[in-house]
């Protein structure tokens, strides 16, 4: 049981667990649901941002189905009249055909 085991499953990532039935842990089922996007039905519920998971929130929010929040401003456009803040607006991210810049991602 103090044996350490790596497992290569979560995106090429390797993570450190403790031998034990990994399957009773992390069903196949749950390593997809983390890729997938939130739900239109979830986005668009009147669940308050605090009750969805971090995870839901930002899918939601970079699919323009709900607003974002902050002072962060973006160039939507040409020329510097066209820099807007994103807090109150529901604007979608780039992954969803939007302007907004998918800084997450590593390349």
């Not at 290569?8 to 069903?27: A, C, H, K, Q, S």
């Not at 970079?62 to 803040?85: A, D, I």
Request: overall charge positive; hydrophobic content about 30%; charged content about 30%.
């Amino acid at each position: 049981m103090a044996q350490c085991l790596r497992v290569d499953r979560l995106r090429g990532l390797t993570v450190n667990i403790y031998t034990m039935l990994i399957n009773e842990f992390i069903t196949d089922e749950e390593l997809a649901a983390l890729d997938e996007k939130a739900s239109r039905k979830l986005c668009l519920s009147t669940k308050p941002n605090s009750e969805l998971g971090a995870s839901n929130l930002a899918s939601c929010k970079s699919q323009g189905l709900r607003r974002r929040e902050g002072n962060k401003s973006h160039l939507m456009g040409k020329g510097p009249e066209s820099r807007m803040v994103m807090g109150g607006h529901k604007v979608k991210g780039k992954k969803y055909g939007g302007k907004i810049p998918d800084w997450g991602t590593r390349k």
